[in-house]
């Protein structure tokens, strides 16, 4: 047993509290690799964001368990060099199993989501109180799910989307003892968010639910999954240097930084820093064709995701300066 504590980390409780407090959102970003984790701590060490590094199960196999937990110490390393102190999480994202929840937390993850939409209503309140019953014996604090999001990201992949029902979240909440609940309100996983037409606008979040889940759980931390703008300037970039992504939209940011100053104190973003880090990659080896030193068009995807995280924490989950 690795715990997390060993690392350095903390888990999401505090943070929660502060955020929700604070009127802002704890930026979750996901990372599968040394260049993603790098611009990610960089931005938030440099924006003084709180950050929780997300680890999904694909990422957790493509990195190896291992190698993650050394990784996360080096994280929490580069913490203490900066002379900041920012805390930060180490979580699962969308964890389907007891048992894949049960091994990230033995080996030092901080706090876990346990993905039981796909389940019948009871089957899921039964699954998420029997991880919270293990997580809570080491204080990892677990996040649940409402809802289903449609879009394919990862392992997660569903074809159409179900909006969670307010009625459910205060029992759902009472019956498993979860610290943080993601709801479907309109997000979804994926580039592909919305497939647009011309002229035609991306439908806006169902703030009414969220509006609705507010006033029957006061205070409680609610969780946006696929929560990424699909930022058009990469997306160009992308079909500019040879890609081809048509017709694809996400989270209009002001929607998101609407989200952040409610209820919501954990908004995930995958999707962004896999297009950022794609377009940067792609625009060196079209204009550089020579070019075959992995370092040389790393590094620049690398600097461009510290800018994008930087934007996110500052200009649309209000996380800069909170830490």
């Given at each position: 047993m690795h715990h997390y504590t060993e690392l350095g980390l903390c888990n999401t409780r505090e943070m929660f509290k502060k955020a929700m407090a604070g009127q802002y959102a704890i930026p979750a970003y996901n990372f599968n690799n040394m260049e993603q984790l790098q611009a990610i701590m960089t931005a938030c060490i440099e924006t003084k964001s709180p950050v929780i590094l997300q680890v999904s199960s694909g990422a957790r196999k493509y990195a190896n368990q291992t190698l993650l937990r050394f990784m996360a110490m080096g994280a929490m390393e580069l913490v203490r060099e900066s002379g900041s102190n920012i805390p930060v999480a180490l979580h699962l994202d969308h964890g389907d199993t007891f048992e894949l929840c049960v091994s990230c937390i033995e080996s030092g993850f901080s706090s876990v989501m346990i993905d039981g939409s796909g389940h019948s209503y009871e089957d899921n309140i039964a699954l998420t109180k029997k991880v919270v019953e293990f997580a809570h014996k080491h204080d990892v604090t677990v996040e649940g799910e409402l809802g289903v999001l449609a879009g394919i990201e990862d392992d997660v992949s569903h074809e159409v989307s179900h909006y969670t029902k307010p009625e459910e979240v205060e029992d759902f909440l009472a019956r498993t003892g979860v610290d943080s609940l993601a709801i479907s309100i309109g997000t979804s996983h994926g580039a592909f968010k919305f497939k647009l037409q011309p002229g035609e606008s991306v439908p806006p979040l169902r703030f009414d639910i969220l509006e609705a889940i507010e006033k029957l759980t006061p205070g409680f931390p609610i969780v946006l999954h696929g929560a990424s703008s699909v930022m058009m300037e990469y997306v160009d970039m992308i079909n500019?240097?040879?890609?081809?992504?048509?017709?694809?939209?996400?989270?209009?940011?002001?929607?998101?930084?609407?989200?952040?100053?409610?209820?919501?104190?954990?908004?995930?973003?995958?999707?962004?820093?896999?297009?950022?880090?794609?377009?940067?990659?792609?625009e060196v080896l079209a204009t550089k064709p020579g070019e075959f030193d992995p370092r040389k068009y790393l590094g620049p995807a690398r600097e461009e995701l510290v800018k994008m995280y930087k934007h996110k924490n500052q200009h649309v989950l209000g996380s800069a300066g909170k830490a």
């Open positions: 500019q240097y040879g890609g081809k992504m048509e017709n694809t939209a996400g989270i209009p940011e002001e929607q998101l930084r609407r989200a952040a100053a409610s209820a919501v104190c954990k908004i995930n973003i995958d999707s962004d820093g896999r297009l950022a880090m794609t377009a940067k990659i792609r």
